[in-house]
């Protein structure tokens, strides 16, 4: 009985640790996002990061640009430094450009991203940022590891250089699978023809750096994705804060209470 116990709970252990994958299938590890959504200057990067690289091609129709004022940016901020347009401010984040013409250009239109993390996570969203690399048989010449063939050229290049996609080979899964669990953050494990395994990530390529150091590049995609999160769900912080203002009262309450509870029962003999 105990030794099953033990077959069962060290099955389990390994489990957690392996990739198990099913044969034909592939298996991704994402890197876990940094995003702090309390983190108001996080935030405030985060918003200014998506009105530069991604507001020409993708809008948050359901975001206004007032609204900003809740990660402490101030009226005249938001006005200088993050609408380019004549848009008032009580205006929604939108493009110029119609659906029709972008999926012109990109084959497919860019989503809004307006609840765009609560559809992926944000977890998805930071390792979609990582996931770019440059490759010369896709017709955008990028592509990414998170979502492979996506149409979105990888806009972010300059910062973080254009990347490139690390492959090992083995003939073995479980030397394989060995080797995804070493490797540090978003790893993706695949069946390969002959019965091989790869395991893939991207990585920087020393010949071509970006303005960025890496560590420097995945603060500047958690910011994003932190700010995309905010985007999300507004209200969420404030939840949040409130949630720990009530909290704060019964403690308080509670304290009140034992003592008037203790003055009650002072004089009863027991
Ligand atoms: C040059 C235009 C362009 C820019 C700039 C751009 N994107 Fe995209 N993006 C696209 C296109 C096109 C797609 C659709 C890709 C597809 O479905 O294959 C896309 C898809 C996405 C998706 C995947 C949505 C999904 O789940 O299907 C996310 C997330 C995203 N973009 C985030 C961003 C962020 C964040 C930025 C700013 C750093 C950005 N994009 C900048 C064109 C762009």
Same mark, same amino acid.
């Given at each position: 009985m105990k030794k099953t116990f033990l077959t069962v709970v060290a099955a389990l252990l390994v489990g957690t640790g392996t990739f198990a994958i099913a044969s034909g299938g592939a298996d991704l590890r994402l890197a876990p996002a940094p995003?702090?959504? %309390? &983190?108001?200057?996080?935030?405030?990067? #985060?918003?200014?990061? +998506?009105?530069?690289? $991604?507001?020409? $091609?993708?809008s948050a129709q359901f975001m206004r640009f007032e609204r900003l004022q809740d990660i402490g940016l101030t009226? &005249?901020? @938001?006005? &200088?430094?993050?609408?380019? !347009?004549a848009?008032? @401010? #009580?205006?929604t984040m939108t493009v110029a450009m119609t659906p029709a013409e972008?999926?012109?250009w990109f084959g497919v239109a860019p989503?809004? %991203?307006? *609840? @765009?993390?609560r559809v992926r996570g944000t977890d998805w %969203?930071?390792?979609?940022?990582? !996931? +770019?690399?440059?490759?010369?048989?896709?017709?955008? !010449?990028?592509?990414?590891? *998170?979502f492979p063939s996506v149409a979105m050229p990888h806009v972010l290049w300059e910062l973080s250089g254009p990347n490139r996609l690390v492959e090992q080979e083995f003939d073995d899964h479980g030397k394989a699978a060995a080797a995804a669990i070493a490797v540090k #953050?978003? *790893?993706? %494990?695949?069946?390969?023809? !002959?019965?091989?395994? @790869?395991?893939?990530?991207? &990585?920087t390529d020393p010949n071509a750096p970006g303005t960025m150091q890496p560590a420097e590049y995945r603060a500047f995609a958690a910011d994003l994705v932190n700010f995309l999160d905010f985007v999300g769900e507004p209200t969420k912080n404030k939840r949040i804060s409130l949630g720990i203002i009530v909290l704060m009262y019964f403690v308080v309450l509670f304290a009140l209470v034992y003592a008037l509870k203790r003055m009650y029962w002072k004089d009863v003999p027991h």
């Open positions: 995003a702090h959504r %309390l &983190d108001a200057e996080s935030l405030q990067r #985060g918003a200014r990061n +998506f009105v530069n690289y $991604c507001l020409n $091609c993708h009226e &005249d901020q @938001i006005k &200088d430094n993050l609408m380019f !347009g848009d008032k @401010i #009580g205006a972008a999926a012109k989503p809004d %991203l307006s *609840v @765009i993390s %969203l930071y390792n979609y940022m990582l !996931g +770019f690399y440059a490759d010369s048989k896709s017709t955008t !010449g990028w592509n990414n590891l *998170v #953050g978003l *790893v993706r %494990l695949a069946s390969a023809p !002959g019965g091989k395994w @790869i395991v893939q990530q991207v &990585d």
